[in-house]
């Protein structure tokens, strides 16, 4: 009598062909098949594939938590990173306690974040709402940034961290701080010792308004770090 092969019924008697197990025996019969550190190959049970082993992409050809054959190699599935031949979720790498570093000036401001040290972490990333705050590929090893170039008397808004992480799936994988994100406004630049570049009068304008005095106009102004614009009154200059 011809052996069954996989899925097929068997009972504790008659076993099954090649190395196929009769699983979910009951009282009366089972199926043939592969325990669970094995995978089906034309009826043969094959020991499933360690991380980084040949596997066959079309079967649960892998032994590994949280992985899978990707490419004919036993590897991490989609948002998990390799640690130590281990599959871990990229949430781990996300930043945390991100934050201000004493006080923004008018120009400067310096961001902290706290992240493991893996090998995994490409670079960082500074992103959010307002002029020169945002920066790319900052060293791996940075916990914290220096931004300058910021504009006065200017609020910047929803500043986070970005951790770019390599994964067998994805080269760049892109894993960003919660909220609540930083909010902060840079300071006036009064005590800065400024240095007029240029101004901008227009005569006929300030002798066509009726109230000279309250004509206002810009002026462009250089400091040490950047260009600004002020307000000023016709005439007061």
């Given at each position: 009598?011809?052996e069954?092969?996989f899925n ?5 008697t008659?076993g ?13 019969e ?28 079309t079967a649960?050809s ?8 990707y ?6 599935n989609?948002?998990y990173?390799?640690d ?10 996300k930043?945390?306690g991100v934050?201000i ?7 400067n401001?310096?961001?902290k ?7 995994s972490?490409?670079s960082?990333n ?5 002029p ?10 940075f916990?914290?940034?220096?931004i ?7 609020q ?9 992480v390599k ?17 902060f406004?840079t ?6 010792r ?5 101004l ?28 600004i ?9």
């Amino acid at each position: 009598m011809l052996e069954p092969g996989f899925n097929g019924t068997c009972t504790s008697t008659t076993g099954c062909l090649s190395n196929l197990t009769c699983l979910s025996v009951t009282e009366m019969e089972g199926t043939c098949g592969c325990d669970n550190t094995q995978y089906h190959n034309d009826n043969n049970c094959i020991p499933k594939g360690g991380y980084g082993d040949s596997c066959i992409t079309t079967a649960d050809s892998c032994n590994v938590v949280n992985g899978s054959c990707y490419m004919t190699k036993c590897s991490c599935n989609e948002n998990y990173y390799t640690d130590n031949n281990m599959c871990n979720s990229v949430d781990g790498l996300k930043p945390t306690g991100v934050g201000i570093e004493g006080t923004a000036t008018s120009s400067n401001v310096t961001i902290k974040w706290t992240v493991p040290t893996k090998d995994s972490i490409q670079s960082f990333n500074i992103k959010g709402n307002g002029p020169n705050i945002e920066k790319t590929q900052l060293n791996k090893n940075f916990t914290a940034v220096t931004i300058a170039g910021l504009t006065p008397n200017t609020q910047y808004t929803d500043i986070k961290v970005e951790t770019v992480v390599k994964t067998d799936r994805n080269s760049s994988l892109v894993v960003t701080s919660d909220p609540p994100f930083i909010n902060f406004t840079t300071s006036s630049p009064d005590g800065e010792r400024l240095g007029v570049e240029g101004l901008y009068r227009n005569n006929n304008q300030c002798n066509n308004d009726s109230n000279n005095n309250n004509t206002i106009k810009l002026v462009s102004i250089q400091t040490t770090i950047s260009v600004i614009m002020i307000k000023i009154l016709c005439g007061a200059y």
